[in-house]
């Protein structure tokens, strides 16, 4: 099975920052595209910001400049460096991973979530 971590939330003011980690870990062959997702109280949960194993990223219009997502292979690990907070990104953020794997000398691609982290941006 696959395991993913989130870590770093927390309470923050309006200006802070925040670097967020999304730590994969189990029976991984391969780590594909990777996103980070956060979900408000009564919104839908939204795509911020996701990275490919070439290391190509994407971010909504709300993270752009002030989010930066960036993955280091050797430790599975991907992390999403948030400046300038806001009010408005206060949410419950979700890492989800494409990932490989072998099972039964047989390769599938699966998608996990992890259980998300709190951030909150307040004074």
């Known amino acids: 099975q696959v395991q993913l971590v989130e870590s770093g939330g927390g309470l923050v003011q309006p200006g802070g920052s925040l670097r967020l980690s999304c730590a994969a870990s189990g029976s991984i062959f391969s780590i594909y595209t990777v996103g980070w997702f956060r979900q408000a109280p009564g919104k839908q949960r939204e795509l911020v910001a996701s990275?490919?194993?070439?290391?190509?990223?994407n971010y909504a219009d709300s993270a752009k400049g002030r989010f930066t997502i960036s993955r280091d292979n050797a430790r599975n690990t991907t992390y999403l460096q948030m400046d300038s907070l806001k009010p408005e990104d206060t949410a419950v953020y979700y890492c989800n991973a494409e990932i490989g794997q072998v099972r039964s000398g047989n390769y599938y691609e699966y998608y996990y979530w992890g259980q998300g982290t709190q951030v909150t941006v307040s004074s």
């Open positions: 990275i490919t194993n070439d290391g190509d990223t």
